[in-house]
């Protein structure tokens, strides 16, 4: 690494960006004077796309409790509210919590302790919804009132779904978005060799 007193940050041999200890103090306000509100912007933005993920995410999960109080013919207000709880909530657990700098730890586990792990919290935010949302809107719960499916019945349902989204979730922060899109894209079994290929 060069000395150099005029710039803040250098890069040293590893290719790294790291402070210079020998800038001048003028020449470390002077960077910071050019962008100040740099980090904060950064923040703002990056919370506004989960925000925005959540949004999606709760539609989606809307449209599946939609179709699966139709199956089993619940009330269809219920089931989308449901949906868009468990959607909301999911989401902003992953995206705020998981995936932000709390969650380290969790993301430096082994991948089978990783997923373990949040699907138990998955599953108490499940039954914590799905015991509160109805007898919030209409002032019942399961057996007094609701008899279209049992709690079991629909706890399993969303722990499934869930399951697979938390696999999918894993496997993508594991091999990168792009790999993931593109294993997802070529999912047939006489291009698969060509996708894990063009991933590794």
Same mark, same amino acid.
């Given at each position: 690494?060069?000395?150099? =007193?005029? +710039? ?7 290719? +790294? ?6 800038? +001048? ?19 703002? /933005? $990056? ?22 109080? +139709? ?13 868009? &709880? ?8 992953? *995206?705020?919590?998981?995936?932000? $700098? ?7 586990? =082994?991948? =089978? ?7 138990? &919290? ?15 809107? /209409? ?12 709690? /079991? ?15 999918? *979730? ?20 006489? $291009? ?9």
């Amino acid at each position: 690494m060069r000395k150099s =007193p005029c +710039r803040s940050y250098v890069g040293n041999s590893d290719g +790294r960006t790291m402070r210079n200890p020998w800038a +001048r103090p003028s020449a470390i306000f002077e960077s910071r004077k050019i962008n100040p509100m740099g980090n904060s912007v950064a923040i703002a /933005q $990056r919370t506004k796309r989960h925000l925005r993920a959540c949004l999606i995410t709760g539609l989606i999960a809307s449209g599946i409790g939609l179709g699966y109080v +139709r199956i089993i013919g619940g009330t269809d207000s219920i089931g989308i509210t449901i949906g868009v &709880c468990i959607g909301l909530c999911l989401s902003a657990f992953e *995206l705020f919590y998981v995936q932000g $700098r709390y969650g380290a730890w969790l993301r430096g586990l =082994p991948l =089978p302790l990783f997923i373990l792990i949040t699907t138990g &919290c998955w599953a108490i935010v499940l039954s914590v919804l799905l015991w509160g949302v109805p007898h919030l809107m /209409q002032g019942y719960t399961y057996g007094t009132g609701y008899t279209s499916s049992t709690f /079991q019945q629909d706890l399993l349902f969303a722990l499934a779904v869930g399951l697979l989204f938390n696999i999918g *979730l894993r496997l993508r922060g594991l091999v990168g978005g792009e790999c993931f899109s593109t294993f997802l894209s070529d999912a047939t079994i006489g $291009r698969f060799a060509r996708s894990a290929s063009s991933c590794f």
